[in-house]
């Protein structure tokens, strides 16, 4: 009769079998909620039964995360594979033997505690004392690791910090291999223990072949989200990967002799993966070597998971971003030059922005404005709202007032609820100023900067007026314009707050900065005055991005005006 024995017994007598072992016994399931637990784990664990079954073991025991016997726990789990431990473990001031195995979704351990002093011979005492403090040393390192990968959010820069802590305890060299998004070949980071062997670790990297079979070990991790080790390497399985004769002479100078491979795996995706080398007579890694691996591994994986999902943000930011910011027109005497500086933090975007287009009666309109807040919901609002000041501004030849008092009942109307600066110009020319080739230059502002008004001979004069309301404020009360004559030869300057304020400057000091420096400016090209500006005041690491909008009016020439003619509104 063929097929598996049935047990008489029944959970419950099962249970009380194991209730009553002398030695700890738990059992996990693959998210590491306690199963179960007897009372000698419990012990062992200084907790009650009650308090430990049905949670997350690293929420019921925390002070057991980071230690050698997790890394042990997380090797089990991975290799799935019996695999025994011998060691002491601080948090329960003994030492251990565990031995852990999975059986279908769930990971039996049971241990034994040790009697160090009569289980070893004379001198014990002090390999356990040893033994402790090796373990308080591997702790450190793997604290190091965790504030070192977490303090960047660059992928590559990430790859590269785990690849050098992993040479610094694991292995002699080491290489990061990450997958992109399509799960192709990605980002790849490298670092070799010995100086003198990095030329020839990068020329071996960089130049070898890929599919020829050298890299079966890294493909096994990736697919089965397990550890691979390869005690010896076959030189005849890595030959059809090293092209040239350079290739192969920096081969055999890294003289490799073992390796093991380990998943980087986080949010139940493997993305990539750590593999450590040793060179030379350097035995291959020991089971507590790749213990410590997995445990790097899994908090390198965490830090550089954080560090994908971040760039793919970055990448639809920016690509959001770039839509908005579109080029400016040129118009007949007009030179309008743009910049927009991301800071350097808050995923690098914001809502400032600008815009500059021609209405139809030939008037050129220019837009800067901020919106209260950062990164993506701002620069997503940010969108929004240039969209209608946009359609609105474009409709009908309407003073910049008139604008913005419409905009104002679109957000309402719409329920946009976000608030934002902005000052809306207007550049017209009438016929009578076409002669001397002056312009006027109308505006209103939503709770926005001066603009700054540089005249040819390095005069700068702040255009201020009454603050009115911010835009999506709700308040019906009236806006008013502005107006100011330009000469051929004037520029002004339309800015966001991140100029200004820059450095935590207030901004009083920061007008008066930003007006020395353009005054300093009255001969320089209008790309060039935009670019110094940046230069000299947003110097270092920007806590707020900058929008910067610029118009110079050049000379006219005789006869009739060019695009930017227009008839003044009201």
């Not at 012990?43 to 925390?62: F, K, Y």
């Not at 305890?169 to 998004?181: Q, Y």
């Not at 790849?188 to 100086?195: G, V």
């Not at 002669?435 to 209103?444: F, Q, V």
């Amino acid at each position: 009769m063929s097929g598996s024995a049935v047990s008489p017994l029944g959970p419950e007598t099962f249970a009380a079998v194991l209730d009553a072992l002398p030695d700890p016994v738990a059992v996990f399931d693959r998210d590491w909620t306690i199963g179960y637990v007897n009372p000698a784990g419990a012990r062992l664990l200084g907790r009650p039964v009650a308090e430990l079954v049905g949670r997350d073991i690293w929420v019921a025991v925390p002070e057991l995360s980071g230690t050698i016997f997790h890394s042990f726990l997380l090797h089990a789990r991975s290799t799935g594979t019996p695999v025994t431990w011998t060691g002491y473990l601080p948090p329960a001031g003994c030492w251990l033997q565990a031995t852990a195995s999975v059986v279908g979704d769930l990971l039996h351990v049971s241990t034994r505690p040790v009697d160090e002093p009569a289980a070893q011979p004379a001198g014990a005492g002090a390999r356990a004392v040893a033994d402790e403090d090796g373990e308080q040393d591997r702790l450190r390192f793997l604290a190091e690791v965790s504030e070192s990968m977490i303090a960047t959010l660059d992928t590559g820069e990430t790859a590269i910090r785990l690849a050098e802590l992993a040479v610094r305890r694991l292995c002699d060299w080491a290489f990061v291999a990450l997958a992109d998004d399509d799960g192709g070949p990605g980002e790849e980071a490298w670092a070799h223990r010995d100086p003198a062997r990095r030329a020839d670790l990068e020329t071996y990297l960089t130049g070898r072949l890929r599919d020829t079979g050298g890299d079966g070990a890294m493909i096994e991790a990736l697919l089965t989200g397990e550890p691979v080790q390869m005690t010896t390497l076959d030189d005849e399985l890595v030959a059809p990967s090293l092209p040239t004769d350079e290739v192969r002479a920096a081969w055999r100078r890294l003289d490799t002799a073992s390796c093991t491979v380990v998943p980087l795996r986080a949010r139940g995706e493997t993305f990539g993966v750590l593999a450590m080398l040793n060179v030379g007579d350097r035995s291959p890694h020991t089971e507590l070597q790749i213990a410590t691996a997995v445990e790097v591994a899994r908090r390198g994986a965490l830090a550089l998971d954080n560090a994908r999902l971040y760039g793919r943000q970055l990448k639809v930011a920016e690509t959001l971003q770039h839509s908005l910011l579109t080029a400016p027109p040129q118009p007949d005497h007009l030179e309008i030059v743009v910049r927009y500086r991301p800071a350097a933090s808050y995923q690098q975007v914001g809502g400032d922005w600008y815009d500059a287009f021609h209405q139809p009666d030939g008037a050129t309109l220019l837009v800067i404005g901020d919106v209260v807040g950062h990164n993506i919901d701002a620069a997503a609002a940010m969108g929004q709202i240039r969209s209608i000041l946009r359609g609105i501004a474009y409709d009908r030849p309407e003073s910049p007032a008139q604008v913005l008092t419409r905009v104002d009942a679109a957000l309402t109307g719409l329920h946009v609820d976000t608030l934002a600066t902005a000052l809306v110009a207007r550049i017209e020319q009438p016929a009578e100023q076409a002669a001397t080739g002056h312009r006027t230059l109308r505006w209103s502002s939503a709770g926005h900067l001066p603009p700054a008004l540089l005249r040819p001979d390095g005069t700068v004069q702040l255009l201020d007026s009454r603050p009115e309301r911010l835009l999506g404020a709700g308040s019906p009360a009236p806006r008013s314009n502005q107006e100011a004559v330009l000469h051929p030869g004037d520029t002004v300057l339309f800015y966001t707050d991140g100029l200004v304020e820059h450095g935590h400057t207030g901004i009083d000091d920061g007008l008066t900065r930003l007006a020395g420096e353009l005054a300093l400016l009255a001969d320089s090209p209008l790309d060039k005055v935009c670019d110094q500006l940046l230069d000299r005041i947003a110097v270092g690491r920007a806590d707020d991005d900058i929008a910067l909008l610029a118009v110079r009016a050049h000379p006219e020439d005789t006869g009739p005006a060019g695009t930017s003619a227009a008839q003044p509104v009201r």
